[in-house]
């Protein structure tokens, strides 16, 4: 019997402008699941504008604290303004949560934004970030949601623009790891709803738990899949996922993150890293 549901879907916002695509992706997921929209918008604190290590007069550090507060009204002011028109233009109602109803909510985060995804991330089904712009811009909280949530997390590429079938065939990248199978466990309830599910999996696994045991635990389930198997070419196979889900066809991809450290893999690249990197369609991640 296909079993789950998604109640809550988490997405942190800036003024980045990425903001957009990122709820267009989750809309679909809420509108399918009748889930609730979390949208957390995160200021600075006054200490955090400060200076680290700097000593300065009172008066100074007064008319930071008032400018931080008079800059932090006016994005609160514009963001809520603009989440507010994209719920009403993609079609969520301005509520707090109600079950079997597709929901939205706009609400306040004073402090860093990893910290807004660690408070309300780990009370998600789902936590919606935007794909990370090389090394800096977005990397943190995307390692923030993988690594302080415990939640999955669907990274969003830019290039991906979200329709109405995300989701309906997904991809799950598998090598019997222990993070492969917390990622095929908290994503059950994409995986559940699919309409076509296909395990990548490379012709040589170390774990004990092969393609074929997942796909006869998926069916005891009442989830038939597909095993698309590829030879592994060198160390790093991340590409070779990316391209055996594009050629499966998949419209999202469920993968274990980080077997290795994030800092190692970010140094050294690894497979999480490449496709964190080149995803051109969504990518659910679990660490």
Known sequence: MRECAMHTIMLPVRGDGKGR???AHATVLAKRFGAHVRIVHCHPTPDDMMPYGVVMPS???KQIEEAAGRNADVTRTRLTTEFRKLAEEFGLKDADPQPG???ARFIEFEGKQVDAVRHYGRVAD???VPQPEGASLGANTLKSALFASGRPVMMCPDTDPAHDRLGT???IAWNGSIEASRAVGLAMPIIAHAESVTIISSGSIDHPASSEELRHYLESKGIPSAIRRFEARGSVVGHQLLSESRSAEADMLVMGAY????ER???F???SQVVVAKADLPVVLVH
């Open 259 to 262: 077997h290795e450290s994030y």
């Open 169 to 171: 065939h997904v991809a």
């Open 101 to 103: 109803t597709t929901t």
């Open 269 to 271: 690249g690894g497979n």
């Open 265 to 267: 893999e970010s140094i």
């Open 59 to 61: 008066v100074l550090r």
């Open 21 to 23: 695509n990122v709820l």
């Open 126 to 128: 789902l936590i919606c």
